[in-house]
């Protein structure tokens, strides 16, 4: 059977342009061809996941009916009663999976046979679902919307993270000719800019200049102008790579009549490292910063564990981006990976204030903003040399 991973060869986009052209004529014409539609997703998760990746898909199949069965429970328990431990271990057990995933690895030196390509985004959707039920923004859960949610092919392996009360605004019905018709100028410009993006940029910076850089980074060893030029090269194949994916699971999604937000939005163009986190990656770090960061910081201060505003949130910052460097990997870099980012974000707010206090007495003009780029930047790209592993080749080889 044929194996293709999402977005990665012209055979994949011939596919998808033959499949999904019933569809777009169907949403020109304001219909939804549910059955057709179901068919397709359908075929192409069989692609990412059948063939040789068979034991994903038995993976995926598994993790859905233990998701729903978590999902359905909590929902009944919802309209039984309000328990706060129920509430706590709804989310454990639907975390539970990828945690598993994350550690075997470090535990076993074997990759955890439940995973599979995109388990930590669908986890991300299902917490959602839990949290937004806990606040009763969810009263009731339909079973085939819940599987289209989750199972949506476009952003099943790598995101964008979709909501599901919006995802379903756009999902149940059909948009007006003229709203798919800007969609689908949205989506075809999205799918050229991918392409630029992914097999352009993206393999120049990692397929044509990484290596050599890296290789005489390594030759060198220690602290070289070649582990300088590493440094950014990463960074640029990282950033054009991964948003280059985006912009083709954004487009798809788009040619399905599905406003999936974007993913990215000039990350390299912000003045300080919060904004950074403002623009880069724009569905995790908003899902972060709402269902973690967000909910601890109103536990310690509803429970009144600390009072200083600046400590609490500083203290949130810390919790928030540990999660983030654990969930990348347990190793030590992505975990100092995740401890420089919550240390830049505590600086950087630590300056947002005294500048604050101080507006009158100290400059503010392009010269400055383009500094604040400029600095933004570097230190952005510093934490991607730690977060590359590179460093571990480096210094720690046998």
Not at 173 to 191: D, H, M, N, R, T
Not at 216 to 224: E, K, R, T
Not at 242 to 258: D, E, K, M, P
Request: proline fraction near 4%; aromatic fraction near 20%.
């Amino acid at each position: 059977m044929l194996n293709l991973q999402p977005y990665q060869n012209p055979t994949y986009f011939l596919l998808l342009g033959l499949g999904l052209l019933p569809i777009m004529v169907g949403l020109l014409n304001g219909k939804r061809f549910r059955v057709y539609e179901t068919v397709i997703s359908f075929l192409f998760l069989l692609l990412t996941f059948g063939g040789p990746k068979w034991q994903e898909g038995l993976a995926l199949i598994g993790y859905i009916v233990f998701e729903l069965c978590i999902l359905y429970a909590y929902l009944y328990h919802r309209r039984q009663k309000n328990s706060g431990s129920v509430f706590v271990l709804a989310v454990i057990l639907a975390i539970l999976p990828l945690v598993i995933v994350k550690l075997t690895p470090a535990l076993s030196g074997h990759n955890s046979l439940i995973g599979f390509l995109g388990i930590s985004y669908l986890t991300f959707k299902v917490v959602g679902i839990v949290m937004e039920m806990r606040d009763g923004l969810i009263k009731e859960l339909d079973f085939k919307e819940v599987l289209h949610f989750l199972l949506f092919f476009p952003t099943i392996s790598s995101g964008p993270i979709d909501r599901y009360r919006r995802f379903l605004q756009d999902y149940n019905k059909a948009p007006s000719k003229e709203e798919y018709i800007q969609l689908l100028g949205k989506g075809v410009f999205y799918i050229f800019l991918g392409f630029l993006y992914k097999f352009v940029l993206a393999y120049f910076f990692g397929s044509v200049l990484l290596p050599k850089v890296g290789h005489v980074a390594l030759f060198d060893g220690g602290i070289s102008w070649a582990l300088v030029a590493y440094m950014y090269v990463y960074s640029m194949d990282l950033f054009f790579d991964f948003a280059g994916y985006s912009l083709f699971a954004v487009a798809i999604s788009y040619l399905l009549g599905v406003k999936t937000p974007i993913n990215f939005n000039k990350p390299f163009s912000a003045p300080n490292i919060k904004e950074f986190w403002n623009r880069w990656h724009m569905t995790l770090s908003f899902w972060f910063r709402d269902y973690v960061y967000m909910r601890f910081v109103f536990f310690i201060m509803k429970n009144k564990l600390l009072t200083n505003k600046v400590t609490i949130a500083n203290l949130g910052y810390l919790v928030l981006f540990l999660l983030m460097g654990f969930w990348h990997g347990v190793t030590w870099y992505y975990i100092v990976y995740g401890l420089f980012h919550a240390c830049a974000i505590i600086i950087c707010d630590a300056w947002l204030r005294f500048k604050k206090k101080h507006q009158a007495k100290l400059p503010s003009n392009k010269a400055t903003h383009l500094l604040g780029i400029v600095i933004t930047f570097n230190v952005v790209c510093f934490s991607f040399l730690i977060f590359s592993g590179f460093l571990d080749t480096l210094f720690f080889r046998n």
